[in-house]
């Protein structure tokens, strides 16, 4: 009876950890791709006295030729500049070259890249600061933000690396997939750009209002490869060689977001 009793606890405990285990599991995973815009975020599309002009988001329409010269390559190959030029190349082999074979090397190049987190640091980079005194004040006054001078933010790659235009772009497609947030590797705030959204600063303080740019943060793995075309009498086919793979990540800033922080002195 006592063995059973053992048993039966220990199976409890065992089913009791796994459950703990997986929701602990399922939160890390979310948490991974956690972009929710919190309270303490505010939208300035309508408010900010500059206009960001995002032409970095361009979709590449893959034209007939592309799948035909991909349709046997098992490597997977997201970067666009790359597939232009597979849709720019013309080599027709002539339907009598019976026997014939022959490779063009094309170079090294960024195939893909593959995203493993996402995160947002909604305070990235401060902007602004806006400064309101109450300390002989007789009542509580309101502090709001106003932008007092015009900021450029600036994103970019966290590591080193060859072709990083390509990797910028491709880094950045694939973040749009993660996220609704408005992206740009450059975003700028204007001068004079404001809000409605203010705070309360109680009598014999000095209210410090922060304002903070957020960025995405993406972290992944870049693929290379050499790729030739391959001819084989009347066939073509793209080949990759040399495959590597390399860390990198990408501060992305959100275009017209800002998170505020209020310190009271």
């Not at 893909?112 to 995160?119: G, Q």
């Not at 992206?183 to 204007?190: D, E, N, R, S, W």
């Amino acid at each position: 009876m006592e063995v059973k009793k053992v048993l039966l606890t220990a199976a409890v405990v065992w089913m009791m950890a796994a459950y703990l285990s997986g929701i602990a599991v399922e939160a890390k995973q979310e948490d991974r791709n956690d972009t929710k815009v919190p309270g303490h975020v505010i939208n300035i599309s309508e408010n900010n006295t500059y206009t960001n002009k995002n032409s970095e988001d361009r979709k590449l329409k893959k034209e007939s030729r592309t799948p035909e010269l991909l349709k046997d390559t098992k490597v997977k190959i997201t970067n666009s500049k790359l597939i232009e030029m597979f849709n720019e190349t013309s080599i027709t082999p002539s339907p009598f070259a019976i026997g014939y074979r022959g490779e063009i090397f094309l170079g090294r190049w960024p195939l893909a890249y593959n995203s493993k987190e996402t995160t947002v640091n909604w305070k990235y980079q401060k902007i602004n600061e806006n400064e309101l005194n109450n300390v002989n004040g007789v009542k509580t006054k309101k502090i709001g933000y106003e932008q007092i001078g015009e900021k450029q933010v600036q994103g970019g790659l966290t590591t080193q690396t060859s072709h990083s235009d390509q990797l910028r772009e491709m880094i950045l497609l694939e973040a749009q997939k993660n996220t609704d947030l408005p992206l740009a590797y450059q975003t700028v705030i204007g001068r004079g750009t404001s809000h409605s959204k203010a705070y309360d600063v109680a009598v014999d303080y000095k209210g410090v209002l922060e304002a903070y740019a957020p960025a995405l943060k993406e972290t992944g793995e870049a693929v290379f490869g050499d790729v030739y075309i391959q001819l084989k009498g009347s066939d073509k086919k793209v080949m990759v060689k040399n495959i590597t793979k390399q860390e990198i990540g990408a501060w992305i800033p959100v275009e017209n977001h800002i998170s505020f922080r209020l310190i009271a002195e």
